[in-house]
């Protein structure tokens, strides 16, 4: 998977096929990419960590995970991943739509489980480690998995449902108990996800404190707080990364001229956005586009 993949914050991209919408990735942090921005799709995702450490983050929740770790991302979660310090991170990254699992409106599985499962009614844990009890079970589940997408025997998608509702099994019999506060960070959820989804579409125009907290419907002092709260930074520092991380790709799949990708990106200045993309990427834009370094 790489970054053209990612370039847009809710991915709108299928990852899957009509016929059998299960897919699997290896990615590599940093040789593919140094991160994978926050966004969210409709598919459910596996991220399995494969070799090394690194930096996932699910629904405001982000932990350091290692090798033997799996992240459980809901539809319509909010994730990233990301390159931990200098430590580099191998990982399997899995997308499947959960339809291919529900055979109808009558269907007990997914009226009493599958669906509340996806939806987050059942609280599933999101961050499976060695520490859990049922760990080991659904770590040997996604081996079967793996093992039969490599040799693809006939009838392999039988065997890979099978072991996918295992694992969902393993999933909605471990759940935990629903927090009391959840509602409320659904709230701040669905806020957040018409931020970036305006950033994502506005991002080349000039975009202000005060457009976002009209959009929000908040004050300018209440949306920066908001915002500084959930996303750990300032709206223009993310705004700014944002479009640093645009121009980054621009540069290495078009031969538009650099000017022309500052401008692209929503920098009106080049110098600034030389700058800024020094700062960032510890190399000048020209640099990075020749896979050149400081």
């Known amino acids: ?12 991209k299928s990852h899957t096929t009509a016929e059998f919408p299960y897919n699997t990735y290896l990615c590599s942090i ?25 930096l996932v983050s699910v629904d405001f929740q982000t932990e350091t995970v290692t090798a033997g ?38 269907d007990l599985c997914a009226v009493r489980f599958i669906r509340p499962l996806i939806q987050d009614a059942l609280a599933a844990d999101t961050f499976l480690t060695p520490a859990l009890s049922y760990y080991s079970s659904v770590a040997s589940c996604i ?14 998608q039988l065997a890979v449902k099978g072991w996918l509702f295992h694992l969902l099994y393993y999933l909605v019999t471990n759940k935990k ?5 959840s509602n409320s960070k659904t709230k701040s959820l669905e806020k957040l996800k018409t931020i970036l989804k305006y950033v994502e579409e506005h991002y080349a125009e ?21 915002f500084r709260m959930h996303m750990g930074m300032g709206f223009i520092e993310y705004l700014n990364d944002y479009r640093l991380t645009i121009a980054a790709r621009l540069l290495t799949t ?22 800024l993309f020094r700062r ?13 370094s400081k």
């Not at 799709?41 to 690194?54: M, P, R, S, T, Y």
């Not at 108990?177 to 506060?181: C, I, P, T, Y």
């Open 1 to 12: 998977m790489n970054m053209n993949e990612y370039q847009n914050y809710h991915e709108t």
């Open 30 to 54: 940093p040789l593919n990419f140094t991160q994978v921005p926050l966004h969210w799709h409709e598919e459910l995702e596996l991220i399995v960590i494969q070799k090394g450490v690194g």
């Open 69 to 106: 770790d799996i992240v459980l991302v809901l539809p319509g979660q909010l994730h990233s991943i990301e390159q931990k310090e200098q430590e580099r991170m191998e990982y399997e990254n899995i997308l499947l739509n959960p339809t291919m699992l529900m055979s109808g409106e009558q």
């Open 143 to 156: 081996r079967e998995i793996d093992r039969l997408c490599d040799i693809r025997p006939e009838g392999y």
């Open 177 to 181: 108990n629903r927090d009391s506060a």
């Open 206 to 226: 000039t975009l202000t404190i005060a457009d976002m907290a009209d959009l929000t419907h908040y004050s300018k002092s209440h949306f920066m707080k908001f």
């Open 254 to 275: 078009t031969d538009d001229v650099i000017l022309e990708i500052a401008s692209l990106s929503g920098f009106d200045n080049l110098s600034y956005f030389n700058r």
């Open 280 to 292: 960032k990427f510890h190399t000048t834009p020209g640099q990075y586009r020749s896979g050149g």
